[in-house]
């Protein structure tokens, strides 16, 4: 039996830790917390200070005794659970829990797990931090007392299921406010002048006019001056500039930059860099530190006076602006600036040189830059004409790294080198033209430019961006926006040989895919909370709050005051709001019915939002339409809710079935008898005819006729969202490049099929035919546990070849959702 028990919480970080101790250590795996407050409860003793009631999940309690029996064997035991406040919980969870010796129990930390970190680590072991405890107590059951007093008065007063968060409600409250301000925003349109220069030795050059035209006939005006016109330079201005790399990642930056360059979301960066960190490959990556240790800045200086020579090394050391930073941990950066290019999974590889790129270029030089401005005068009026140019004359860092920037940042500058020109120097003009220019709403937010909002706010820290921006999508607050843009018109002047020509154009506008947008039910929360709990929904205090939970963190507050404090006004405003708030539906009347006239309104129903025809006083019961997909209780017209109840639209018959045009949720479709076929993005359930309708019919039927038979049984084809496939025996089967998916041959399909037979074959780990279960390799060298639609993701270090019937029944028992029961009604008395 080994003498040293060492505890983490990821069995990832389990076994690569366990290749750096010897045999005297034991490393076993918490899997997270093993304790929390109970999820059917409130779990909080409100009247007695506060008191949290832990309890260990059922699903932990074989664990837990494992690792209380391994305790008391061993001679000491490691709490090395990771530096922040959740890792010091957890190790506090711990010791509680298998109520550990403290004689011989010793706390370690370490920000990357290599075997320097952790050699030095247990070489310098130290006590629980209850302060860090206390402040991940105090986060844990503040938030619990909102999301479990706010959300049961959402279900009453809007709909059931509801929930609401500190810091999601808030996150939300900025994205609705931003679509507001879009929706209120009024472009105002002017003109603005570029031309084209050419100089003696035949380069040609875009300069811009400073001054833009409010209106069509003052730039016209101005073209006009232009006609006939001798052009000169009326001044050039060489200045050297500097431009500095930027620091190490935090983890705010990093979601930022991987969403701008590499497209991750911010779970998805998260996700990969934790892989990365349990490989030992990067530090810690929930940190708000720009710090860099002293081994890390000689060994970025090594690398890069190696790579690239000693004039492009320049040693830095930055300083974190981030509100209430967390206890200080490094940035984020490889553990060895010499492994460059790891063997790694494909977006493992791309985050790991998107961070090995950031550190080596934030110990780099400057690049040295020339910035040129040239004035351009003309004889015939006094505006003149400005263009910007940029040499690099030492790339410095620029030779591994430039900052990425988000749309809104980008500059209309001209870029690159401007030809080589002399003050005085005559230029002829290729053209000059006056382009309308509307201004431009505010930008939705992305899943990166909402973190960055959020953190220069001081809502949230690094360990809550993730959580947060994935939770209010989960709960349909905000979506991914689809929206396709509307086209505008837009009128270019040109003046060219001293002619003056108009050219109507077009353009596309207000199209936004992946941004974030609110949905209806995420604007009545939103604006119910606002209303009736305007402190919770404020930023300033939200930022308090953390400031708050990092007083308590660094010792200066008492977790239970705080709380006492929040609690004392929160709970009684609950009280009221529950008892005598109005019920919120975001309705809008939009008009009244021609035919009934009866009241047309829009609101938030049980099923969702909906048309709605009549109210409850009328005589006759109203009438229901759902909303489509695409349409907005606060942007729908009269008209597009009333074609709502020309839904669905029987169109004809066709084969002796009905033929119908209708909308679900995945878009408009045709039915015809009990198949369905979509319709393409440009056609319109409201328009197609049955002409049309047969036609798309026809060829779904084709489609969907056996190209061969195999086996005895059907072979088809289709192409669905994942690219061409085949279907044979209730198998769907990709078709790779390597085939001719339009002509297919006998011999072409007896392999695809044979190859994912075998593919099937290859990943059954283990099979229970009767009881219908099997075991199959899944990605990431795990296993998956599969009865019908249930299935069990098994953790890595479970040997899948060795797990018995009666556990896998069990796994999948727990998994299995457990039918509702009707409750019997009452005896009338």
């Known amino acids: 039996m080994a ?34 407050l109970p999820s059917k409860e409130l779990g ?3 009247d007695n200070k506060f008191a949290p009631k832990y309890i260990v999940d059922k699903d932990k309690k ?36 298998l109520k550990l010796d403290k004689n011989k129990t010793k706390r370690i930390v370490f920000n990357s797990i290599t075997k320097s970190a952790i050699q030095k680590a247990i070489e310098n072991p130290r006590e629980i931090n209850y302060d860090l405890v206390n402040a991940q107590q105090a986060r844990r059951i503040l938030d619990r007392l909102v999301g479990y007093e706010l959300s049961p008065v959402l279900w009453k007063k809007i709909k059931p299921g509801l929930s609401a968060g500190r810091v999601q409600s808030v996150a939300v409250r ?54 006939g016109a001798n052009f000169s330079v009326a001044s050039l201005d060489k200045k050297p500039a500097k431009k500095s790399p930027a620091a190490p990642f935090t983890t705010s930056t990093l979601q930022q930059e ?88 494909r977006d493992q590889s791309k985050l790991y040189e998107l961070i090995w790129k950031r550190t080596l ?29 940029e040499v690099i004359k030492f790339d410095g860092f620029l030779k591994v790294y430039l900052e990425g920037t988000d749309e809104e940042d980008i500059s209309e500058e001209q870029e690159g080198m401007l030809p080589s020109m002399k003050e005085g120097e005559k230029l002829l003009n290729n053209y000059i033209t006056a382009t309308e220019r509307f ?27 993730a959580p947060t921006i994935s939770t209010i999508q989960n709960r349909g607050y905000v979506e991914k926006g689809t929206i396709e843009g509307t086209e505008r018109n837009y009128v270019q002047l040109l003046l060219k040989s001293d002619k003056l020509t108009t050219k109507e154009l077009k353009e596309n506008v207000g199209s936004d895919k992946g941004k974030l947008v609110p949905t209806d039910i995420g604007i009545i929360v939103t604006d119910f909370l606002v209303g009736h709990f305007e402190t919770i929904l404020d930023y300033h205090f939200t930022a308090k709050v953390e400031e708050d939970f990092d007083e308590i963190a660094s010792g200066d507050e008492d977790w239970q005051k705080v709380l006492k404090d929040f609690y004392g006004d929160f709970h009684p405003k609950v009280l009221d709001v529950e008892e005598n ?41 109203p009438l229901f339409a759902s909303l489509l997909p695409d349409q907005s209780l606060n942007t729908i017209s009269y008209e597009e809710a009333m074609d709502l109840f020309k839904l669905p639209r029987k169109l004809g018959v066709y084969e002796g079935e009905d033929v119908e045009a209708n909308v679900g949720r995945f878009g408009p479709y045709i039915r015809f008898g009990k198949k369905f076929v979509s319709l393409g993005k440009d056609e319109n359930a409201m328009e197609i005819d049955m002409d049309r309708a047969v036609e798309l019919i026809k060829e779904k039927q084709q489609a969907d006729a056996p190209i061969a038979m195999y086996e005895n049984k059907e072979v088809t084809k289709g192409v669905g969202r994942f690219g061409p496939f085949i279907k044979w025996d209730g198998m769907f089967i990709n078709v790779s490049k390597k085939y001719d998916f339009d002509s297919l041959s006998k011999q072409d399909i007896e392999e695809i099929i044979e190859a994912k037979k075998q593919k099937e074959i290859d990943k059954l780990v283990q099979e229970w035919p009767e009881e219908g279960i099997r075991i199959e390799k899944a990605r990431w060298g795990r296993h998956t546990i599969i009865k019908g639609k249930v299935k069990v993701e098994v953790s890595k270090d479970v040997d899948a070849t060795k797990i018995s019937l009666k556990e896998a029944q069990e796994l999948i028992e727990k998994k299995t959702p457990k039918k509702k029961t009707k409750a019997k009604p009452k005896a009338k008395k």
């Open 258 to 345: 991987a969403s701008r360059k590499l497209y991750f979301s911010v779970s998805r960066t998260m996700q990969v860099a934790q892989r990365l960190y349990e490989a030992g490959l990067i530090t810690y990556m929930r940190t708000d530190s720009v710090n860099l240790s002293q081994d890390a800045i000689d060994a970025a200086k090594d690398a890069i006076i190696s790579n690239y020579g000693k004039e492009y090394s320049k040693v830095r050391n930055f300083t974190g602006k981030s509100k209430g930073a967390q206890e200080a941990h490094e940035a984020i950066r490889p553990t060895e600036m010499t492994n460059q290019s790891p063997s790694l999974e």
């Open 62 to 97: 074989a664990l837990v005794k494992k690792l209380k029996d391994l305790a008391d064997k061993a001679d000491t035991i490691w709490l090395a659970s990771d530096e922040d406040r959740e890792g010091e919980a957890i190790s506090w969870h711990l010791a509680e829990e």
């Open 174 to 227: 900025l994205i609705v406010e931003r679509e507001r301000e879009i929706e209120a925003f009024n472009p105002e349109a002017a003109f603005r002048i570029s031309a084209e220069f050419k100089t003696n030795e035949g380069s040609i050059f875009t300069a811009k006019l400073s001054k833009t035209y409010a209106s069509r006939k003052e730039a016209e005006a101005f073209l006009k001056e232009n006609i």
């Open 581 to 621: 708030a109005d019920r919120a539906s975001g309705e809008r009347i939009l008009g009244t019915d021609p035919k009934t006239g009866r009241q047309v309104s829009v609101r938030l129903g049980r099923f969702g939002p909906m048309v709605q025809v009549g109210t409850v006083d009328d005589e006759e019961k």
């Open 3 to 36: 003498k040293n028990l060492v505890i983490v919480e990821s069995p990832a970080k389990a076994k690569t830790i366990e290749k750096f101790l010897g045999k005297e250590y034991k490393v076993e795996s918490s899997f997270g917390h093993i304790a929390d």
């Open 361 to 389: 270029a934030s110990q780099m030089s400057d690049a040295e830059l020339e910035r040129t401005n040239v004035k351009i005068k003309a004889n015939t009026h006094k505006e003149e004409f400005t263009a910007n140019g």
């Open 439 to 465: 201004s431009r709403a505010p930008y939705r937010f992305t899943e990166a430019s909402l973190v960055k909002k959020l953190e220069e706010l001081g809502i949230g820290r690094p360990s809550t961006y």
């Open 44 to 46: 909080v003793d409100v």
